[in-house]
């Protein structure tokens, strides 16, 4: 056993048994189903009781999912950690950050497609919305955005309607209909944002503070 470094910070018990669970969870997933049964299937193989399972997963198969989607995130960030992002265009840059998301998910398919058939279910459509909106929040960063404005929001609004579809089609459809999906979509959203910057929309706000200083003053501002 590797002795810990002088000075370092203990592992959380919490996080480590998290992971442990969510491995368990993993294994029987396919078996199971996403739901309470595959919770405490998980939480006995690690010698947890129910109190410990309510203290550690308090939401039960909400909990484990969020859990498993921020474990695809990490490994997402980790591949394009491997990747210069200033080498490419935007939109190779977005291609490349859906792909790899879609690609981390794929290791664990089995899994990954009962969860996201949990996600799908009406009364977790929040809970999918929130965590695509991580994901999508993960990517952009990668991707080198730092709009702080009303962009940074409809970025990763745009993003989340996209990853969203892209990878319920790679968990059921397979790799070549979602990465053909994902470059559509890049060409719609990039035809849009090109016609976007052509258009002054502040334009009909600053005709009617015109039109209201002549009325008030007799002059152009």
């Given at each position: 056993m590797t002795?810990?470094?002088?000075g ?7 996080d480590q048994?998290e ?11 396919d ?9 405490r299937?998980?939480c006995?193989?690690?010698g947890?009781s129910?109190?410990d ?9 909400r909990?484990?999912?969020?859990l ?6 990490a ?7 491997e990747?210069?992002a200033?080498s490419?265009?935007?939109?190779e840059?977005?291609?490349?950050a859906v792909s790899?998301r879609?690609?981390a ?11 996201a058939?949990f ?8 809970l999918?919305l ?5 994901t ?6 990668w991707?080198?955005d730092?709009a702080?404005?009303w ?12 990853l969203?579809p892209?990878?319920t ?8 209909p979602?990465e053909a ?5 890049i060409d719609?959203?990039?035809a849009?944002?090109?016609w976007k ?5 502040q334009?009909p706000?600053?005709?009617?503070t015109?039109?209201l200083?002549r ?6 501002v």
């Amino acid at each position: 056993m590797t002795e810990p470094s002088p000075g370092a910070e203990a592992p959380d018990w919490a996080d480590q048994m998290e992971q442990s669970v969510l491995d368990a969870a993993i294994a029987r997933a396919d078996e199971l189903g996403w739901n309470s049964r595959l919770v405490r299937a998980a939480c006995a193989a690690e010698g947890l009781s129910l109190g410990d399972q309510e203290l550690l997963l308090p939401n039960g198969p909400r909990d484990l999912a969020a859990l498993l989607s921020r474990r695809h995130d990490a490994r997402t960030m980790a591949a394009l950690g491997e990747i210069d992002a200033g080498s490419l265009k935007i939109r190779e840059r977005i291609a490349h950050a859906v792909s790899a998301r879609m690609e981390a998910g794929a290791e664990t398919l089995p899994a990954t497609r009962r969860c996201a058939g949990f996600l799908g279910l009406p009364p977790n459509a929040d809970l999918g919305l929130s965590l695509a909106w991580e994901t999508a929040d993960h990517l952009w960063r990668w991707a080198g955005d730092t709009a702080t404005d009303w962009n940074h929001y409809s970025k990763r609004v745009i993003l989340s309607g996209i990853l969203i579809p892209a990878l319920t089609m790679r968990w059921f459809d397979g790799r070549e209909p979602a990465e053909a999906f994902v470059a559509r979509r890049i060409d719609n959203v990039m035809a849009f944002e090109k016609w976007k910057a052509g258009k002054d929309f502040q334009a009909p706000g600053r005709k009617l503070t015109e039109a209201l200083a002549r009325m008030r003053y007799g002059q152009r501002v």
